[in-house]
């Protein structure tokens, strides 16, 4: 019974030590390997570290994180909806480049380089000479290219436009939905005009040669004892003119008048009664044959105004 | 009888700097000293640089209009630049203002001076363009500084033209 029970034992023992011997005997292959191998390995080693010196002494390392860069500024500037574009606007590119390069293109590029080459045989060219060149056939086919190559340049370049104005447009009413930003305009931080001001450029009228006919009254801002009078202080009738109401007029002018001064009153009024306007200076120095030295020595402070308001006339159109 | 009370303003002054010879940069000069004088106004002209033109004895019936680079004149700026496009065009303005009876230059000036307007040169200028007194119209009362021209102009609205 003990034999019975040992000799299953006996046969696993068998086994296993079959099993050890060939694990001894893989493992001495093994070390006998790795003996042969690592004066290989070593020589390999350091034949690698030498090239990649090398390589990094060509700038290859170098050259790499710059790329690594580029890819992360490209990653940063670009968002996934521009890459997408960039995937369809690929096609379009090498379409382009593809019509570019056809061989009759290139032929007929490479002909107008030619003529760089052969720059000598070509002779100025003045604005005449330019307009001569014109008559030639060839010139002529290669001028409509050009326009034509513009008219479609500006054409995309218009559409391109419009989308932007259209985008632009979207993003203003989008502004407007959710409540403008505080903007700043030059010029709105000037005070409007004083409200005097505007109602007094509305009485003010505006002189003009129709509106100086004789006998068409000015509007009348005041009325002192029954004479009417413009805002300037111009008489709004001349018929209503006497003469005492011109003394009276000069003397608020602070003119002493005496027959030289009557003289060109005279002159000034009738005047105005054949042209219908009062007559400025140079006027008054022809009608009235009187020297503008004269007529400021009469007259001391402007003497066109001043000679119009004592002889009741509108107030001089002109610059002269 | 009694009649409106004159606007007592305050004495106005103006100074208007003319840098400038042509007939058309020269005439507004004139014209605003003049409207000044006839508003009573004190005015004075400061002749400078291309100014003294206008108050050149030798120059002041000759002076042109420059319409090449000008985005307002009718004339295309590659044909205003030709030999004789100034002269032509100075003829043509003359024309017209006479059509306006507008007084020439000349005239302006004797006007502006019987008007009581002053008209000085300036000093730098005359000495760059190697002028003196003699060669300017009579009616140019002095040759002045810049920093003479401050003190006249002490209260006056300054124009540059």
């Known amino acids: 019974m003990m034999q019975e029970d040992l000799i299953p034992i006996v046969q696993r023992l068998d086994t296993l030590l079959a099993g050890v011997a060939s694990l001894t005997e893989r493992q001495r292959k093994q070390e006998e390997l790795i003996a042969e191998l690592t004066p290989i390995a070593k020589v390999a080693l350091a034949t690698g570290i030498d090239k990649l010196d090398a390589l990094d002494k060509q700038g290859y390392f170098a050259f790499g994180k710059e790329l690594i860069d580029i890819g992360k500024k490209i990653v940063e500037g670009f968002s996934p909806g521009d890459v997408h574009q960039l995937g369809d606007a690929i096609v379009q590119i090498l379409e382009a480049v593809k019509a570019m390069t056809q061989p009759s293109v290139l032929a007929v590029a490479a002909d107008a380089v030619s003529v760089v080459d052969d720059a000598a045989d070509v002779k100025p060219l003045g604005i005449f000479g330019m307009v001569r060149a014109t008559k030639n056939d060839d010139v002529q086919k290669g001028m409509a290219i050009m326009l034509e190559v513009l008219r479609r340049v500006g054409h995309g370049a218009n559409v391109a436009a419009g989308q932007r104005a259209a985008l632009e447009d979207k993003k203003s009413k989008l502004a407007g939905i959710l409540g403008s930003r505080k903007q700043k305009r030059l010029g709105t931080e000037r005070k409007a005009l004083p409200a005097q001001a505007v109602t007094r450029s509305a009485v003010t009228p505006t002189p003009s040669g129709a509106s100086c006919a004789p006998g068409k009254p000015q509007p009348t801002a005041a009325v002192i004892d029954g004479v009417a009078y413009t805002a300037d202080g111009h008489l709004a009738d001349a018929a209503q003119w006497s003469r005492s109401l011109g003394e009276a007029l000069a003397e608020m002018q602070g003119v002493t008048m005496t027959q030289a001064h009557w003289g060109i009153i005279d002159a000034a009024r009738s005047d105005h009664a054949t042209t219908g306007s009062a007559p400025n200076i140079r006027r008054l120095t022809q009608i009235a044959s009187v020297t503008t030295k004269d007529l400021y020595t009469l007259f001391p402070k402007a003497p066109g105004r001043t000679i119009a308001k004592i002889a009741g006339l509108p107030k001089p159109a002109g610059c002269l | ?161």
């Open chain 2, 1 to 161: 009888m009694p009649v409106p009370q004159p606007i007592t303003d305050a004495h106005r002054k103006v100074a208007i700097i003319c840098s400038k010879g042509g007939l058309d940069e020269v005439y507004p000069a004139l014209i605003l000293a003049n409207a000044a004088r006839q508003s009573g106004i004190d005015a004075f002209i400061f002749f400078t640089f291309w100014g003294l033109d206008a108050v050149t004895e030798k120059k002041v019936d000759h002076l042109h209009v420059n319409m090449a680079g000008n985005a307002s004149s009718p004339m295309p700026t590659m044909l205003a630049g030709l030999p004789g496009m100034e002269a032509f065009a100075a003829h043509q303005m003359k024309k017209s203002m006479a059509e306006l009876e507008l007084p020439t230059v000349r005239e302006m000036l004797q006007i502006l001076d019987e008007a009581g307007a002053e008209l000085y040169g300036c000093e730098l200028a005359m000495k760059m363009f190697k002028r003196t007194k003699d060669d300017l119209v009579p009616q140019v009362r002095d040759i002045i500084t810049a920093g003479d021209f401050y003190d006249l102009a002490v209260g006056a609205q300054i124009i540059f033209t």
